[in-house]
């Protein structure tokens, strides 16, 4: 297991995987909805989640997401979450969101209290979504809870809406953004790119990843989206020609997080080498070009993910220099999200 360059993380947040769980999607790049996994958490699995819990808890962790395939679909989720409430001081919830269609589930999840829920849309359009997760209704009880949500938020509560770039949704995510800042008023929306699970990775490369050239058009376009504020994970920033990122800096609003990962299983997992963020393909490494670039010393951009660099051989990066990185500023300030 190596973690190339990079010297051993500090581990400040957590996170606690419901896998043992069937999800109602099946997205193109996620085998889980393949898999004949049962309706509600088995009894072992649960175990596990509360042994990971305390785990984290056990070590001074505060910050903790709590994610799998669909977590909602585990029956106690609520009482789960009302029981970590006071021992973390900040809570991330990751779901498809399929099942906050339910009025009454969504407003016990959020009085539940997480800080955060982050639902995936792929999508501006049943065509696209639907697609993307391979589950015909899914862009409408997705929707439904996005708007569930909104509605019952606390002052101190915040609904994410992630996406990410892929082979099927591409060309749509300029109309993604548009969307969900003219129909649903979200106007904040992380794009990332995806990472395949270690079974995922041949169709990583087959099925849907996106080249670098189709990535900074995309991304350019999705700029020219009034309002919307971006938060780009994994996107290299030298893809984009200095005039280009000067532009997106004028802009406002856009944010690129390449950091190497410092994210935490619990100890106990049993899903620990299944989901080894550090395995060959998810591996944060140096491109040759990161040797002259001004963003590694400074923390901003860690290098590149070995999957990405593979699917774009020899497409040329151009390393972002030492005056471009002090005007840039807070271009290139997201990686703090997981510090
Ligand atoms: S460090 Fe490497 S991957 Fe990151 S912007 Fe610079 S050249 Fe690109």
Redesign the pocket.
């Known amino acids: 297991m190596s973690r190339g360059r990079h010297s051993a993380p500090t581990y400040r947040f957590g996170c606690v995987l419901l896998h043992d769980l069937r999800c109602s999607n099946s997205c193109v790049f996620c085998r889980a909805g393949d898999e004949p996994l049962p309706d509600d958490l088995p009894p072992a699995a649960e175990r596990r989640l509360h042994r990971d819990t305390a785990s984290l808890i056990s070590r001074g962790i505060r910050r903790i997401d709590v994610s799998g395939n669909e977590p909602l679909r585990y029956s106690k989720i609520v009482s789960y979450l009302r029981w970590i409430r006071p021992r973390f001081r900040e809570i991330k919830l990751l779901d498809p969101g399929n099942l906050l269609e339910e009025e009454a589930l969504a407003r016990e999840v959020v009085e539940a209290g997480p800080d955060v829920i982050v639902l995936p849309l792929y999508g501006s359009h049943p065509s696209v979504h639907d697609a993307c997760v391979r589950n015909d209704g899914a862009f409408r009880a997705v929707t439904r809870g996005i708007r569930h949500v909104l509605d019952r938020l606390g002052p101190r509560q915040r609904l994410d809406v992630s996406t990410l770039f892929l082979a099927q949704n591409r060309d749509d995510l300029p109309a993604l953004a548009r969307h969900l800042s003219e129909d649903l008023g979200v106007t904040s929306l992380a794009v990332n790119m995806p990472m395949a699970t270690e079974e995922g990775v041949g169709r990583f490369f087959d099925e849907f990843a996106v080249s670098f050239p189709d990535l900074r058009r995309v991304v350019l376009e999705m700029a020219g989206v009034p309002r919307v504020r971006y938060h780009l994970r994994y996107v ?3 893809l984009f020609s200095s005039r280009e990122l000067r532009r997106l800096r004028e802009r406002g609003g856009v944010d690129f997080f ?1 950091a190497h990962f410092t994210y935490r299983l619990g100890d106990d997992s049993a899903h620990g080498d299944r989901l080894a963020y550090v395995d060959r393909y998810r591996e944060q490494v ?2 040759e ?2 040797s002259a ?1 001004a ?2 010393s400074t923390g901003a ?4 993910l070995r999957m990405y660099l593979e699917a774009n051989r020899d497409h040329p ?1 151009r ?2 220099t030492a005056s471009e990185r002090s005007d840039l500023g807070d271009l290139l300030v997201y990686r703090r999200v997981n510090p």
């Open positions: 290299p920033p030298c390449n140096p491109a070009a990161c670039c963003l590694p951009c860690d290098g590149i990066l390393p972002v």
